[in-house]
């Protein structure tokens, strides 16, 4: 099991243990405004993608690493990266809209990113987000991505509209 420190974070495996706080954030309409398969409607639905979450760190290669992200020992919300067929890797977030405007999701995607370079040898990554989710998309900006496309069709499980999407990219 692989842990990350960063100045004020520590990321460590998602597992059961944190069903309950990843409930609180991944069932919230607001927290989840901009995401394609949230908001969690029921807990099981929690219950399972933690599930997967936990089996995926069991195996010797996992396909994608997802990590709770601690601040002050308390769990806040998950970062990821999700291991692709051509070696590329692509990235993901959220936090607990009770931490935004921290710097914390920054902080813990850059680490991540570090760490995808140096232990899974990924050098090109990914990242998709809501065009209106400025938040998101200046994280990308500031990790140093740049954005690749733009495309219609977007939507979000929370949304009755279409959306446009953004990629944006990375090679280092």
């Not at 969690?40 to 396909?63: G, H, M, R, Y």
């Not at 570090?114 to 989710?133: G, M, R, T």
Request: aromatic share 12%.
């Amino acid at each position: 099991m692989q842990t990350i420190h960063t100045e004020r974070l520590m990321l460590t495996p998602l597992g059961m243990k944190y069903l309950e706080t990843v409930h609180e954030y991944a069932s919230d309409p607001e927290n989840t405004e901009y995401m394609l398969c949230l908001p969690n409607e029921t807990i099981e639905e929690t219950k399972e993608f933690v599930q997967n979450a936990q089996l995926e760190w069991a195996k010797d290669k996992p396909s994608f690493y997802e990590f709770a992200i601690l601040y002050e020992k308390q769990h806040i919300g998950a970062v990821s990266i999700y291991l692709n067929e051509d070696a590329s890797g692509e990235l993901g977030w959220i936090i607990n809209k009770r931490y935004w405007r921290q710097g914390i999701t920054y902080e813990a995607a850059s680490a991540l990113l570090q760490y995808a370079k140096k232990e899974l040898n990924v050098h090109h990554f990914i990242a998709h987000c809501d065009s209106e989710n400025i938040a998101s998309y200046k994280i990308m900006e500031k990790l140093g991505m740049s954005r690749t496309g733009a495309s219609g069709g977007r939507k979000n499980r929370g949304s009755e509209e279409e959306r446009t999407e953004y990629v944006y990219e990375l090679h280092i």
